[in-house]
């Protein structure tokens, strides 16, 4: 198993351009989850979805989109760029059930920087 | 969820126990402790959970006070490849599995 994979992992936009940010999990997860992480700061929650065309809002939504059509892929999308979200980003997944199913995977984050 | 509270900062000298301590003063029954750690911007893993009983897996133990309002992270004998931010969590398993993350613990092990 991959795991759980992002791409891309660097990327330079200027203010006001829009790209999507992929994640793709191959462990057959149900719920995935984006997270943006600040310098110095813990992680804080975008998006998340429970199953396939069910989405809803973290901590700090404003300024993305997100979709889930298949189980395995879950996009982040930012419509207009500002300088306020550069930041590192983090997809997980996890199954939900009994404690042994509980532990989320991250991937290995894309680090965006909006000048 | 409950807040959890960490030290900013901590140093271990490799080979010996590195015990990470965390307050979670306001914890509700039902809510149980994570660890996950953050090994230099990599996305973060897995450590261990509990509920109240003490817990040990490979990679560490997890000690929760009898009235579960802290608890320790103990890495038995600390190794470089454990230099991290280590992350205390607490909350109800279910529901959508959301994870607060606060600025945990930097644990720096020195040679």
């Known amino acids: 198993n991959a795991g759980v994979t992002q791409t891309p992992k660097f990327r330079i936009l200027k203010i006001g351009q829009s790209m999507t940010l992929q994640c793709t999990q191959d462990?057959?997860?149900?719920?995935m989850y984006w997270y943006r992480q600040d310098p110095g700061m813990g992680l804080k929650l975008i998006y998340y979805?429970?199953?396939?065309?069910?989405?809803d809002k973290g901590e700090v939504p404003n300024g993305y989109n997100v979709s889930r059509s298949t189980t395995e892929d879950f996009p982040l999308r930012l419509e207009l760029a500002a300088p306020s979200q550069t930041s590192v980003y983090f997809c997980?997944?996890?199954?939900?059930?009994?404690?042994?199913?509980?532990?989320?995977?991250f991937g290995p984050g894309t680090r965006l920087t909006v000048t | 969820d409950a807040k959890t509270t960490q030290p900013p900062s901590m140093d271990c000298a490799e080979g010996r126990a590195a015990n990470l301590p965390c307050n979670h003063s306001?914890?509700?029954?039902?809510?149980?402790v994570y660890w996950y750690r953050q090994i230099h911007s990599q996305g973060p893993q897995y450590i261990i959970h509990?509920?109240?009983n003490n817990e040990t897996n490979e990679m560490a133990s997890l000690i929760i006070t009898e009235d579960r309002k802290s608890s320790t992270l103990i890495l038995p004998h600390a190794t470089l490849r454990d230099t991290a931010v280590y992350y205390c969590?607490?909350?109800?398993?279910?529901?959508?599995?959301?994870?607060?993350f606060g600025q945990g613990t930097r644990l720096t092990i020195n040679p």
């Open positions: 979805s429970v199953g396939a065309g069910i989405t």
């Open positions: 509990g509920l109240k």
């Open positions: 997980a997944s996890t199954n939900p059930g009994g404690r042994e199913l509980d532990e989320q995977y």
């Open positions: 306001t914890i509700s029954g039902n809510e149980y």
């Open positions: 969590i607490v909350r109800v398993i279910g529901g959508a599995q959301k994870l607060v």
């Open positions: 462990m057959n997860h149900n719920y």
